[in-house]
């Protein structure tokens, strides 16, 4: 079955940081996109950032840009976002999502909820 | 990126079809065919519905179709069930190489 376990969200001050991991199984990771996709408390999907298949084509919403890092270990079906100088805005859950544009986004974890607050 | 128009709500009796459009510019929706939508059930997590604007992933139902016309897309729900009550988000490939979701409609059936 293909999985995607996400985790290390939580409370965090503002301007702090956090990683979240999402973890794969059920299919061969190395050969796939991969999407951050987060979701505010009552608010839309909003798309974060991906990474291609070995890490090499990697893009950033405005949003985050320089402050969010992608990364992926294809050695352990990983999936990273790296999230520095955190603000209340990005308090979400936070989706991983397999896939490419033109294929969508097919499936995504259970979602991780980070909560920037102090 | 803006986010893609999508109209907040639209509602119909269990067997009538409902149409949800997904309005962006020629940078997104316009410009390419990788139009996807997405159905969210609350506290789950979304469910991929179409892809690359009228295509259905296996196992999901034919009831489901998108198609476009410019600048917008439309997915529509024929024989409306009560499962179907859901949020749905459609989402576009864009020119800056990123993505570039709806803002998101509720459907409800009646």
């Known amino acids: 079955e293909v999985q995607l376990v996400e985790s290390g969200g939580g409370l965090v001050q503002p301007g702090g940081s956090l990683r979240l991991s999402c973890a794969a199984s059920?299919?061969?990771?190395?050969?796939?996109?991969m999407q951050w996709v987060r979701q505010a408390p009552g608010k839309g999907l909003v798309w974060v950032s991906h990474?291609?298949?070995?890490?090499?084509?990697?893009s950033y919403a405005d949003s985050v840009k320089g402050r969010f890092t992608i990364s992926r270990d294809n050695a352990k079906s990983t999936l990273y976002l790296q999230m520095n100088s955190l603000r209340a805005e990005d308090t979400a859950v936070y989706y991983c999502a397999r896939g490419r544009y033109y294929n969508g986004f097919d499936p995504w974890g259970q979602g991780t909820l980070v909560t920037v607050s102090s | 990126q803006s986010a893609l128009t999508q109209p907040a709500s639209v509602s119909g009796s269990p067997g009538q079809s409902v149409t949800i459009s997904c309005t962006g510019t020629s940078s997104d929706v316009g410009g390419y065919n990788y139009v996807s939508w997405y159905q969210q059930h609350p506290g789950k997590a979304p469910k991929l519905m179409i892809y690359?604007?009228?295509n259905r992933p296996s196992g999901v139902s034919n009831r489901f179709s998108g198609s476009k016309s410019g600048n917008t897309a439309s997915l529509t729900i024929s024989g409306l069930q009560a499962e179907d009550e859901a949020d749905y988000y459609c989402?576009?490939?864009?020119?800056?190489?990123?993505?570039?979701f709806g803002t998101g409609t509720k459907v409800t059936v009646l």
């Open positions: 990474s291609n298949s070995d890490g090499s084509s990697i």
């Open positions: 059920g299919f061969t990771f190395s050969s796939y996109w």
């Open positions: 690359e604007v009228s």
């Open positions: 989402s576009s490939y864009t020119s800056s190489s990123s993505n570039v």
